[in-house]
Every structure is written in structure tokens, then in C-alpha cells.
């Protein structure tokens, strides 16, 4: 397991920093909450999966590596939008099926992007070898300030997609940062029942000659540490990795899934973990924020939920003359 | 040779349009199994790694659905790749990245990322290949939207078509034969393109109109040249580009000749023909004279037995016949 030194991070960052960090966690579970109860009211559709409990890992991911680099993760992809600078507005207008929606209506829950964010992809393990492609773009144009990082569930693992991705990537020297979020549940089915051994980094790695970590994803400095020693080491060994981030959803796979499959004590426990009340309490602790400065944080993503949902809720819907329009990209126009 | 031509190989068309995308555009690059060290499994991309190097001739692993999607996350970041598949047959594990990703992504994002990116390589019956290395895969992929689907019949239009391809904004499937590579012809020197979405009539006429791509052109050639022997003028229509389809030319020759006989080497079954009678009947119900006739692969997987393999393809007399039903002889 990497570890950290707190104390370091907490003075590197700074209580602003470290405030605004927890703003965007809180961000993110009230926007999965308004939009959960949303969808119960009959205004979202479809798929819906949910990322409470995993706060802490994209949100260090992305202070720890800035937004400049390619991203990439699952269908899990409400979190990584809004950290990478997509308004709630448009990502709630958008599971609304709204014109105004990030994707104009067309891409539903799963599918969020954002200049940076290649998707949210809706087929288990599709969104490695775009990462991976994205990581080949950096080198064949010699950037050497930025990185691909691919997110991934434990299920991911099981799928070949993972695997030749991983070998092109080493094999081809691509700066791709691989993170396997475990949150312990492919769907119903428990992890050590769909992979063949325990750790899912560390055991996989070696079999692409790839440096492998493993963080504890409900600790939010453990993440962020973790993220930009994984960032120093991509940049400088222009080598892909490999990480495990410890984790567990709070909800069920989809909305659909009331999770019978978990103990109510063992989500209880899990629960005891909740990645924003190890991160208050840290602050807390600190003497970074006080209990007025939460109080008054909750209640301004409160406020910025209920306008992202009256935003939604008032916007039009696509016009259904448009329904065939934009399938193909236009040509670019030049000498063609 | 005269002055301002060349004759080539087919192979030799498609590296050109190759190289010449090359020069043009610093962002194309090939990507795919043996087309660097090897030259190519059929020799399309031969020197082209001494001149252009491995950065963008990349030699891969036998691993088609990473390299096909890491394609895809390059076309979305930027560049222009040209994948090789050294059969699409191949194209079949790395189907999901290519339908579920590549054709997808521009739509899906609300217009956010385009994929400009060509899938090619040989498709179709080869010689005796069997049942897992013959599949034609047009009516496969053609069933969805969001890419272009080419299958241009000789080098002219391989040329001009893959140049055209490589310039487009979004995926492109452009299917070859693995027969036809070695198919000379006289082509311009100086660089040219064929426009995506126009059929061409190979051969005029006013008795029937035979319909057909890629390679089976050819053996509609044949039985062109036989239904003139026996005082029958056929129009023979190559459609060049499957998908957008030209119906145009298509309906206007119907028109003139009031019959239709239909050619694909794919299998009969919701194939490429069964589109193209389809529309012919939404737009020419009331020219036809007669039912629209179909001769394609029959509904078995590819056999090894030469004897075998050509009684499921369409043949000259095949075509012969079903001319002859149409013209209700």
C-alpha cells in the first residue's frame, strides 16, 4: 500500500486548496444525489451509475495532474466531467435528454466529455485502448508534459482489452497512467470471483514489465500523493503504470441495483469510510476549516444542485428535425 | 506508357495514395500487422518504412482490437491513422472498438470529438482460404451509421477513393481484394481523387442493369461481354462507394432499362443487394418490368473444396441466368 506523508500534503496544498478540494467532493455527491432522486421522479432515464464512495480518487487525480492531459474512464463518468470543468448545468440537462446537455442530449449517464475527457464509454474495458491512443498522440508529437490517464473498474480487468492495451503501451513506451478503481463489485459479481488474483496492480503488472501501486481510495492525501508520484514517474520514465485504487461504491452497480448481494453491515462498514468524512475530519483536525465553513459549503452545492436542476428542467428538448443530423463528422473544408 | 500514365498493380495504387497522404499530411501514419519490416502482408505498404520510418509505419503485435482502438483514441486526439487489417476478417475482435467507439464517438459526444480514421485491407473470398478467412463483411458493418464504406474494383478508383478516404473526417471502411492486388491498369502519374458517394457506369446500355462492387465487377465483365454475343446490351453499374449509396445513378439507369439483376459476392441474406433492390423499389417502383433479381454467395460458411468454393460465389452463369429470369427468357 503507498504511502504518504499527510502532514507534507496538507502544507504543499494549503487550506484553500485543500477546501476547494472538498468543495468538489461534496460537488460531486450532491450532484449524484439530486440526480438519483431525479431520476426516481421519472426526469432521467436509462443507465445511471453512481460514483459515491470513489469522491476521493478522480478528485486528487485531477489536482495532482492538472486538467491538461487526455482522460479517459467508464461509464462511471459523472465525477471526472465536473472535475474536468463541465458546468452541473450542462451535465444535468444532459441526463435529462436536454438540447442543452453536454453531449446535446445524444449521450445519456454514461457518456460525459468535456476538451480533455474522451468519455465515458458504456462498454466494460472500451475506454483502455482510446487512452492508449491518446498516450500515442502525446509521443508521436512529442509532448512530453502531458499524459493519458485511463480509469477503469475491477471488471475491466477480465476483459482483453486490458490486456493488449497494457502490452502496447509498454511495448511502445506510451505515458499512460492505468487506474483500476476496485470497488470490490463487477456488477453482482465480488471481484475475487471474477479475477484470478488478489491484487490487481501488483499481480497484473509484472507481466508488462509495468511498475504497479496500490492507494487507499478513500483517503483523498493518500490519492493525491499517490497520483503525482505516479505523474513524476510517467513524465520522467515516459513508461506507463499501473495502480489499484482501493475503493467501495456506496450504491448499488446501477441505479437499477438495489445491491443484494452486500450485507447491510458490510456496507455499514463501508460506510464508515466515507471518503468526505475522512477528508473533513482531516481538515478538521488541521485546523483548516471549521465546522461553519462545511455547514456553508454543503449548503452552496445545495444551492448550485438546485440551479443546475431548474436549468435542466427548463431547457428544451432537441428539436426531432435534428435527429439525423451531425452522424458523421463534415469534411474540414480545405482543398479537398 | 504513354505520356502522363502509369501502369500499376493495384497494391501499387493504394501505396501511392498512401505515400502521397503521407507527404501531405504530417498526422497520417499506418498502423497494423507486418506493414513495416515485412512490407506488407500483400506488399500495399512496400518501402514505405525505409521512407517514412517507424514512427509512422508502426508495426503491431497480432492484437487487433488494441491497435484498431488505440487508433481510435489517436484519430480523437488528433491524428489520422490508416489501419491495416491484413484480412478484415481480423476486423471481427476488434469489432467493438470500431462500432461501439470509433462510429459512435462524433454523434455520442454531441459533436465534441470526430474520428477521422480509415480501416482497410482485404475482404472477401481470397483462393481457398476457408470458412474463417473469407467473410465479406459490407453488409456486416454497412448496417450502421456513422461511417463511409468504399470498395473501389481497380486501381483508378483504389487510388483516388483511399486518397479521398484519408481526407475525410470520420471512419472510413475501405475494402480491398485480396485477388485483385496484383489487377494491372493505366492510371495518371500526378495525383487525382474519386469522389466518395459516386458510382460509375463501367458499361452502357439498355437492356438490364447489373448492379456490383469489388471484385465481382469482373466476373459481371464477363457476363456483359457474353449478353453482347447474344444481342443483349447490359448497363453495368459499379457503385465504388457501398455506403453512401448512389441511388441516383442507380434509379436512372432503371429507368432505361426497366431490369435489374443484382451481383454481391456477400451472402444473400440482408446483403448489399437486398438494400439496393430495396431502394430501386422506393424509388423506380413503376419502371420495373420485372422482379428484381439476386445472385450472391449462398447461405453456407466458406468452403475449403475449390469445386465447393466457386459453386457459392456468383458466377458468369449464374449472372447469365438470372438475366435471363429478369428478361423473362
Known sequence: ???????????????????????????????????????????????????????????????????????????????????LGASP??????????????????????????????????????????ATG???????????????????????????????????????????????????????TAVHRAISVPCLAEDKAAGYNMKAYTFDGMDFFTCYGGFQHLYHQVLKTERPVLVEVLTERFKGHSISDPALYRTKESLKQVIQRDPILIMKQALLEANMITEEEIKALEKEMRRRLLVALDFAEKSPWPDPLTLEEEVVAPDLGDDK | ?????????????????????MERDPNVFVMGEEVGEYNGAYKVTKGLLDKWGPRRIVDTPISELGFAGLCVGAAMTGLRPIVEFMSFNFSFVAADQMISNAIKMYYMSGNRFSVPIVFRGP?????????????????????????????????YDAKGLLKSAIRENHPVLFLESELS?????????????????KARIIQAGDAVTLVSHSRMIHVCQEAVKELVCKGIKAELIDLRTIKPLDIATIAASVKKTHHVVLVEEGHIFAGIAAEVAFQIMEHCFDYLDAPIERVCQCETPMPYSKVLEQETLPTVHRILKAVDKSLYQ
Open chain 2, 123 to 155: 475482404n472477401g473470398a481470397a483462393a481457398q482460404v476457408s470458412s474463417q478467412h473469407s467473410h465479406c463483411v459490407e453488409a456486416l458493418y454497412g448496417n450502421l451509421p456513422g461511417w463511409t464504406v468504399l470498395a473501389p474494383a481497380n486501381a
Open chain 1, 134 to 188: 491518446a498516450a500515442f498522440t502525446l509521443k508521436y508529437q512529442g509532448k512530453k508534459n502531458e499524459v493519458a490517464i485511463c480509469f477503469m473498474g475491477d471488471g475491466a480487468v477480465a476483459q482483453g482489452a486490458f490486456h493488449e492495451s497494457l502490452n502496447l503501451a509498454s511495448l511502445w513506451n506510451l505515458p499512460c497512467i492505468y487506474v483500476i478503481e476496485n470497488n470490490q463489485w463487477g456488477m453482482g
Open chain 1, 89 to 130: 448545468e450542462e451535465l444535468m440537462a444532459e441526463l435529462f435528454g436536454k438540447v442543452t446537455g453536454n453531449a446535446k442530449g445524444r449521450g445519456g449517464s454514461m457518456h460525459f466529455f468535456t476538451d480533455r475527457l474522451l468519455g465515458g464509454f458504456g462498454i466494460v474495458a472500451g475506454q483502455i485502448p482510446i
Open chain 1, 1 to 83: 500500500m503507498f504511502e504518504v506523508d499527510r502532514e507534507a500534503i496538507k502544507k504543499q496544498l494549503g487550506s484553500s486548496l485543500l477546501k476547494e478540494c472538498l468543495g468538489r467532493m461534496l460537488l460531486i455527491r450532491h450532484f449524484e444525489l439530486r440526480a438519483e432522486a431525479a431520476y426516481q421522479q421519472g426526469k432521467v432515464g436509462g443507465f445511471f451509475h453512481s460514483y459515491i464512495g470513489q469522491e476521493a480518487i478522480q478528485t486528487a487525480a485531477v489536482q495532482a495532474l492538472g486538467a491538461e492531459n487526455w482522460y479517459a474512464t467508464s461509464y462511471r463518468v459523472h465525477a471526472l466531467a465536473l472535475l
Open chain 2, 181 to 197: 492486388y496484383g489487377d494491372k491498369m493505366e492510371i495518371p502519374v500526378g495525383e487525382y481523387l474519386v469522389p466518395i458517394g
Open chain 2, 1 to 21: 506508357m504513354s505520356h502522363g500514365t502509369q501502369v500499376v498493380e493495384l497494391r501499387e495504387a493504394l501505396r501511392q495514395a498512401i505515400d502521397e497522404e
